[in-house]
């Protein structure tokens, strides 16, 4: 009967490796595990180049201003020492509108945006033509 790579040899492995060879295959693992992670992290940083390179420049300035509004209004919030309860309860929204506005993932329109500066009190957004005079 010819042996198969199915059949348990005699000798088993452990038999055969002493204590040193342990070392060195656990060091060679090591050794491959680094460059396997490198080379992980590599293309990890090429694919968010790429999908970076993909987003329309119109969005990128979308969520930029977006950003910006929600920094404003959580600026003045905390200027005048409110809270994000505070605000829904003036504006008669709910919490959760006011957390994806604050979140600067919510698209608010000019009129809610115009809303909020009123109760606030303080303009939001300013035009550079506003801003020069």
């Known amino acids: 009967m010819k042996p198969s790579i199915f059949t348990p040899k005699k000798e088993s492995l452990k038999a055969k490796l002493n204590w040193h060879d342990y070392d060195l295959i656990f060091s060679i693992w090591d ?4 460059k396997i992670e490198k ?5 990890k940083t090429k694919v968010i180049e790429r999908i970076q390179a993909r987003i329309k420049p119109e969005n990128r300035q979308f969520v ?7 920094y404003q209004i959580q600026y003045i919030l905390e200027k005048k ?9 003036k504006l008669e929204m709910s919490e959760s509108e ?3 506005i604050l979140s600067g993932l919510q698209d608010i329109t000019l009129k809610t945006l115009s809303k909020i500066e009123v109760v606030l009190g303080e303009e939001i957004i300013d035009t550079p033509i506003k801003a020069s005079q």
Do not use: H, P, R
Not at 31 to 34: A, G, I, P, Q, Y
């Open 31 to 34: 050794l491959n595990k680094v």
């Open 39 to 43: 080379t992980m992290s590599k293309d």
């Open 64 to 70: 930029q201003k977006a950003l910006e509004i929600s």
């Open 81 to 89: 020492g409110w809270s994000q309860k505070d605000l829904a309860e």
């Open 98 to 100: 006011i957390s994806k």
